[in-house]
């Protein structure tokens, strides 16, 4: 098992708690901070999107 912890979920639970995707811990440009973001956005985009269905 991979102890490593995985950028992508880390981005995914920093949406969730509206962590800024400017929060991002990873040197911009790497592979990581990319998935990060990819990670955020993932959960951050439906969530803008569920709530301008709302609207």
Known sequence: MNS????F???E???RQNIPVEANPYQDGSEQHS????GHEK????REANE???T
């Open 4 to 7: 490593d912890p995985d950028p």
């Open 9 to 11: 979920e880390q981005g």
């Open 13 to 15: 639970r920093a949406a």
């Open 35 to 38: 998935l990060w973001a990819a």
């Open 43 to 46: 959960i951050a985009g439906a």
């Open 52 to 54: 301008s269905e709302d």
